[in-house]
């Protein structure tokens, strides 16, 4: 049984930052691409960002966190980061961390995920 625990979210002030973490169990983490996605209110569940397996030489983001939000992961602690500088209020939202299908390097559609967190709610305040 696959198990993802988001833990690291919060109320901070615009400009602030936060780090999420995603501790995984369950299975092989190191060969499993990782991803952050979010949703805010009365919108849909938006890609964040997502790192490949093994040593996660490929990272992908999101436009509109480019240059402020870093992915990373631990595979001895079987767990993903989300280090998020320069909080801006639209980054607020509830945020799901998720578990590629197999065989997928780094997908950006939320079908290629099999596995998802019980997400943690980030809020920015002007």
């Known amino acids: 049984q696959v198990q993802l625990v988001e833990s690291g979210g919060g109320l901070v002030q615009a400009g602030g930052s936060l780090r999420l973490s995603c501790a995984a169990s369950?299975?092989?983490?190191?060969?499993?691409?990782m991803g952050w996605f979010r949703q805010a209110p009365g919108k849909e569940r938006e890609f964040v960002a997502v790192i490949s397996s093994w040593s996660g030489g490929i990272r992908k983001y999101v436009d509109s966190v480019k240059g402020r939000f870093t992915i990373s992961r631990d595979n001895a602690k079987n767990t993903v980061y989300l280090q998020m500088n320069t909080l801006k209020p639209e980054d607020t939202a509830v945020y799901y961390c998720?578990?590629?299908?197999?065989?997928?390097?780094?997908?950006?559609?939320?079908?290629?995920?099999?596995?998802w967190g019980q997400g943690t709610q980030v809020t920015v305040s002007s």
């Open positions: 998720a578990q590629g299908r197999f065989g997928r390097t780094a997908p950006e559609d939320p079908s290629d995920y099999d596995y």
């Open positions: 369950g299975r092989t983490f190191s060969t499993y691409a």
